[in-house]
Every structure is written in C-alpha cells, then in structure tokens.
C-alpha cells in the first residue's frame, strides 16, 4: 500500500530537471527523513507564494510547473511537497479540508489541499499553503500545525483518510483556468475520490 505513495504521475513528476535540480539544491547526503521533510516543507511554504497572495499571473498544477514559475494555490504547492518528497523515497499524499472560500462563507467552498507524510514510522500532516496574517502552519511531528482551522459556524470539516493522488477535479479546473478570477468561480467544493489510507 505504500508504494503508491512513492509514484511519480503526470502532476507528480520528480524525473523533471527542475524538480531534480532543486532536490539536488535542498538535501544533502547527511540528512536524515526528518531533516530533508522539514527542509522541503518550510521551502514550499515559504518560498513557493500562494497565488492568492501574490496576485499571480500564471496558474499552475504540475509539482515542476509550480516549481518554475513559483507559484500555487495549496493544491499545487501540495503537489511540488509530495514530488520532492518523493524524490527522496519519502512516502508523501494527500488530505483535503472542507474550507469557506472567503473569510465568511459569502463565497461558498472549496476543497483545501494539504500533506500527509509518512515518517519516524508514523503518518505527519503538513499545510504548505503559505502563512500570511492569520495563518500560521508549522512542521510537527505530532498534533498537525495546519493552515485552517475548522470552525464550527460554518460547514468546515476534514475528508478522512490519506489519497496517494492529488484531487482530480482541481487538477482539471486548475488546467483550464487562466487566471485568478476563473479559479474563484470554478473550484470544486466536492470531494467524489474514496481515500487510498484510512489513517
């Protein structure tokens, strides 16, 4: 079962260049799972500005495509934390929030995307989405430090399970879209995949 969380796919794609380059950048020979987990997480977080926030110009999905061009919504910045974990031989998937698309629900939903690692021989989980006023995720190897909390006013929950694969109808909406603005006004706010893990 594992094993599917070690696969390269076409979002997930750790055989390119850029993906290669980068890990070759960020770990090192002595650095053990741990060390090369916090070390990919705090880089795609910090480093990597959530398109929201940046006002990005150019809308990615690929792990390597948010890796040139900087940028992502949480799903594909989850995207680029898995492929460089696995790049590394780190189990690494997905878990996904049931989030108000705005401070309020004014906006409807969306579907949130985040990580599960498998390390230290148990299951992490690690929001990379990007912390800004309000938002303080962190690494931990216990109690998951995430992005959103889930808040009992609105209808804010967590999908169970861990999915060795990102979210299909994102990954297509997010090909499609062209800009900030047909994000807002297509993200999905279901999630139709049954989880690969119950953990």
């Known amino acids: 079962m594992i094993q599917e969380f070690l696969l390269a796919t076409d979002m997930i794609d750790f055989h390119h260049l850029a993906i290669q380059n980068k890990a070759q950048q960020l770990f090192t020979a002595g650095m053990n799972d741990v060390e090369k987990t916090r070390t990919a997480y705090e880089f795609v977080r910090d480093e990597i500005p959530h398109s929201f926030d940046c006002n990005a110009q150019v809308i990615t999905a ?8 900087q940028t992502g919504i949480c799903h594909a910045k989850a995207n680029l934390l898995a ?7 780190i189990p690494a998937g997905f878990c996904f929030q049931h989030l108000t698309l ?18 230290e021989k148990h299951w992490i989980k690690l929001d990379a989405r990007g912390n800004k006023r309000g ?23 967590d999908w169970p399970g861990i999915y060795a694969n990102p979210h299909r109808d ?9 800009c900030i603005q047909n994000i807002l006004d297509n993200i999905p706010d279901k999630l139709n995949e049954k989880p690969d893990l119950l953990a």
């Open 62 to 69: 690929r792990a390597s495509d948010v890796l040139i061009h």
């Open 83 to 89: 492929t460089l974990l696995r790049s590394q031989e």
């Open 102 to 119: 705005a401070d309020d629900d004014s906006l409807g939903y969306c579907v949130h995307a985040y990580n599960a690692v498998f390390i």
């Open 135 to 157: 938002v303080n995720a962190q690494f931990s190897l216990s109690e998951p430090i995430l992005a959103f909390k889930n808040r009992l006013e609105y209808d804010e929950y």
């Open 170 to 178: 994102t990954m297509l909406m997010l090909e499609k879209a062209g």
